[in-house]
């Protein structure tokens, strides 16, 4: 009886390869599945079914897993304002972890004794898929033929040829993984330190000029509406801030931060939504949250950010620190607007029933309602006692 593998199908080169090979060649009974996390539309999905049945796969699945990626991941990454090296949103790093639980998981259904994927030897997506199966399925084998075999496209594309399948795997300038929290782009320009992404590159470019106020709503930490319409579905709420951001092409940038192999890596992005909608909950955090729990949640959400990317996600302390990013976040309510331009946006102000600034104790640099003048000059006295006894004691110190 053939052994059954399941190949983890995006419908590209590497996993087209790896579908055919493990049927023809040796064997197996396979299981295409492919995991959405929100980036295909339902007619790349449709294309990747029949295109799995012609490589030889007995069955195939889509495996669609964007709300739990929401509910798991991005709320606690909207929560936290997570943007490694303060720029880069986490998207494709975030979306192969829930990628690789939803393979595990249908593995584990079907009774699989491996697991595929297209991962080459270069990259992190090896260690996230690779990890999360060793955790999750364990016992089952892990198939890697594009990293164990070192191929490289053009025997991939032969061999696919010379049995029957042709499609269009021309290997292009960039390369594009979309998604829900973003688009990252790779190749071109970018492999070269000294230059930056043309405006070709990019997949959606600015159809408005001028500027737009965009009201943002949250209710504790979570988007709850947008320009005053009300969402009980969070993801339609995301796609409708990435099609206002989008014509005016906000949210580009390019990442260089370190791999989880060691070498450094450089991705060009364009992410719409996720820096509206962090910036615009960053913002409402400032009035509704106390200066201590700012700190330590930055502290958190650092940690947060760093793990999911290089494939902790399933780490015992990621539990713990969601917890405490929804406990921050009880207080943080209200509308925040925020004043879109071609390619970038700036923070107007907020309405919040939380806000902090609003209070009967004073106006910051108006009058103090809260405390009398001489409250005030003891509270200098005493908060420079310390300074004003170590110059004492150092009065060679000059600074």
Not at 7 to 27: I, P
Not at 114 to 142: C, K, Y
Not at 220 to 235: A, L, M, Q, R
Not at 240 to 253: F, P
Request: aromatic fraction near 12%.
């Amino acid at each position: 009886m053939a052994k059954k593998v399941v190949v983890a199908f995006s419908g590209g080169l590497d996993t087209s390869y790896t579908v055919m090979y493990l049927a023809k060649e040796m064997g197996y009974e396979v299981y295409a599945a492919c995991a959405n996390t929100g980036g295909f539309s339902a007619e790349q999905l449709k294309t990747n079914e029949e295109n799995a049945y012609k490589l030889g796969a007995k069955q195939y699945v889509t495996l669609d897993v964007t709300q739990e990626y929401y509910e798991k991941s991005l709320r606690y990454m909207i929560y936290g304002n997570v943007l490694r090296n303060n720029c880069y949103p986490i998207s494709v790093s975030s979306e192969r972890i829930f990628q690789a639980l939803a393979i595990a998981r249908y593995a584990n259904e079907i009774g699989a004794e491996a697991i595929a994927h297209g991962s080459t030897g270069a990259g992190n997506d090896q260690i996230r898929f690779d990890m999360t199966f060793l955790v999750m399925a364990p016992g089952v084998e892990i198939i890697t033929l594009t990293r164990d075999k070192t191929l490289t496209r053009q025997e991939e594309v032969d061999y696919l040829n010379k049995n029957g399948f042709y499609a269009d795997f021309t290997k292009l300038k960039y390369s594009y993984n979309v998604g829900i929290w973003g688009t990252s782009i790779c190749g071109g320009e970018i492999l070269d330190s000294n230059q930056g992404l043309p405006e070709s590159a990019y997949l959606k470019h600015p159809t408005k000029d001028g500027s737009e106020l965009l009201k943002i709503g949250f209710k504790n930490g979570e988007i709850c509406s947008v320009n005053g319409e009300e969402f009980t579905d969070k993801i339609a709420a995301i796609q409708k801030v990435e099609e206002i951001g989008a014509a005016y092409a906000i949210g580009r940038d390019c990442h260089v931060g370190d791999t989880i192999i060691g070498i450094k890596g450089r991705v060009g992005f364009e992410a719409a939504a996720p820096m509206l909608i962090i910036g615009a909950h960053r913002f409402l955090e400032k009035y509704t949250l106390s200066k201590w729990q700012q700190y330590w949640k930055d502290q958190v959400s650092n940690w947060y950010g760093m793990f999911l990317h290089e494939s902790q996600y399933l780490e015992p302390v990621m539990p713990d620190i969601e917890a405490m990013l929804t406990s921050s976040q009880r207080n943080v309510n209200g509308v925040v607007t925020l004043e879109l331009r071609p390619y970038t946006f700036s923070t107007v102000g907020v309405d919040s029933p939380d806000d902090l600034v609003k209070n009967k104790l004073g106006e910051y640099g108006e009058v103090q309602k809260g405390w009398t003048a001489e409250d005030a000059k003891g509270f200098i006295k005493v908060t420079s006692t310390p300074l004003r006894a170590y110059y004492a004691a150092h009065k060679d110190e000059k600074r």
